[in-house]
């Protein structure tokens, strides 16, 4: 029976718990007689008996690193029934810890796993029917279900104890568990959710119907930050305290917005998510990350079972699932939610906005993520336009691509607001488009720019119900303007485009720059050899793996540092050395619980090339690029200079024919060993001499992409200018 109910771990999981890569891994099989043998997965991916292998691990000496939060994880990944449900008993015994520090210590003093497994049904429903309702989704808690985890949930408090409480053991093991399945769940960045909850303003109850893993809810159960002004009311309100105490009727009022002179108070947060397993996790998630705030998140499908329809709240915060056919309209056509309109089949994400709506009070605020279709599909007009009519859609926002899943599409926010029974005289609709403020893609995307630009565009047209425009950025519309056949909503075809290139004198300014860019390119441009000048004799040769093992030079991969939000240093791509660029990347953040790794800084003199690609470059670190992190796909090469001339061993390391005998074409990308890299033995002074001919050539390059960039932006410009009437043809 043991054997059946064992946690399991795969090769990669070993190698994580030891410290080690997986190569160390397949070597312990290969050299070990006594290495565990497989227990399940497949011949590609063995999985191993984790007890087995952590006693392997300790008799060999190798387990005494290991954090103890590694090795509750293995615990989670391994688990028999699943990771979900290993989290599902993980997080509720760590509310119990939390809670009632006092039974959980009661119960710890079990002298076996099954006393353990049989005290704890009772003592765990007890606190989570307190802290999340009694229909709450932490279901099947049961002496049977629980048996395989009693050794997990004993680490797992073991582990609240040691690390920095429970709040932060069960953030990480589920911030684990998402980073091993990117496929399975569509998060929402961090920024972007912070973003959506400061549109929405202070609010004493907030509603997700597609919560997720709750990411949206988050933001909710802080204060508003210190700088925000008020958008509508105050901050968060505490005319709900008594009904919170008695855990019943948060946020179901008679129509009333927030009291503008409430202070900031715990929140009451509800959720409603599909997926069962997911709606568990987001409810212990939540109720753990503060003991004030009450919590209420049900497992059912929002749209065709709604959890909560007599429910009212101040703020509804959405990333609904977009393009859904198969979202009930067949089954829903009189539903009283629908105030605006029917939603065609198509238009699901208008179901969304009419859900939502449908579950604020009057006078508040909902944000949701919308795809760009949802703004100009002419099945939804429509709707679109009884929205604008009755002033319930105030905003529509263009974020730039990569600032949510699909990353690759420039999602747009829609800002609702609930209207009493009176619809406004003269509604207004302000677009804002950042997409050219920050663009990148997803690992280069400004949130900071992307933030102000946004508040502050929302907040003018919140408070004094229109803004100064701001061409290709911002605008305030009259409603009426907009009803035209198609109800186009999309912000870029509403705002007047900028000045062409800057304007006249800006065009004029780009024109000196390119010429004396062209004259400078020029002046630079190498002289060919003279005609029938020897060539110089063939040289002995080595390779920077031998350099590198002489100690003539250090040899380090980019790529596997981190930082957290908005800190650590700026980072070379493999895109700004291929394009001459100053370094323009910022680091990973660390997966979630894990403290950030320290990269690779670079240093004035290191020679930095890309292994991808096939392309014959290298390119000397300069000191405005000194300090910078070393991203992936790149190897740094420091010379000592003693021994080496930096701009010697760039130029050689340039050469066609030698990156061509050190390229690997195995797979459809050809990728570059450093290692196998070509360059003379030549003695100090005859380097500096051709480094000093490798310095001008790199020189001339640079004038010469620094040509094409101000002839680029010099051309469109003036494209831009005749078609749009700024600049005559005279």
Known sequence: MEAAVAAEVTAAGIARLAG???????????????????????????????TAVEQWLRDQGKLAEVPLRERVWQQVAGHPAGAATALRHVGSVLLLVRDRPAVWRGLARADDDTELT?????????????????????TGLTRETLAPSSALVRAAAELAEDAEGAPYAYEFLLGRHLDANPRQYTLTPPGLAALMAELAGPAAAVLDPAAGTGTLLYPAQEPPLAEAPIAKGGPKGEEH?????QGEGVGVGDGDGPDPQARPGPVALYGQEADADLAALTALRLALRSPETQVRIQAADTLRDDAFPDLAVDAVLTHPPFNERNWGHDTLAYDPRWEYGFPARTESELAWVQHALARLKTGGTAVLLMPPAAASRRSGRRIRADLLRRGALRAVIALPAGAAPPYGIPLHLWVLHRPGSAPPPAPHLLVVDTAELAPGGRDKLDWQTVRATVLD?????????????????????????????DVDLAPARHLPPPAAGGGPAELARAHEELTAALARTTDLAPAPAPAGRAAPARWPLTTVGELARAGALLLRA???????????????????VIGGTPPSGTLPEPATGDAPEDPVLLQAGDVVVPVL????????VDAASEGAALGRNLFLLRPDPSALDPWFLAGFLRGTANNRQASSYASTATRLDVRRLQLPRLPPAEQRGYGEHFRALAAFEEALRESARLGERLAQGLYDGLTDGSISPG
Do not use: C, M, Y
């Not at 049989?118 to 999340?132: K, M, Q, W």
């Not at 305290?241 to 105490?245: D, G, K």
């Open 613 to 620: 690609g096939g392309g014959a470059i290298a390119r000397v």
């Open 20 to 50: 080690v890569g997986r190569a160390a891994v397949s070597n312990w099989r290969r050299r070990h007689a006594d290495f565990p043998k497989p227990v399940g997965g497949t011949e590609a991916s063995p999985a191993f008996a984790l």
């Open 241 to 245: 305290a008594e009904e919170r105490a």
């Open 457 to 485: 565009a929302w907040r003018a047209f919140d408070h004094e119900g229109g803004i100064e425009e701001r061409p290709g950025v911002r605008r305030s519309l009259a409603a009426i303007d907009l009803l035209d056949d």
């Open 558 to 576: 980019g790529g596997p540092g981190t930082a957290a939000l908005g800190e650590g240093p700026v980072q070379l791509t493999e895109h700004d």
């Open 118 to 138: 049989g005290l704890l049904p009772p003592a765990l429903d007890a606190v989570l029917t307190a802290r999340l309702g009694p229909a709450h989704p932490v």
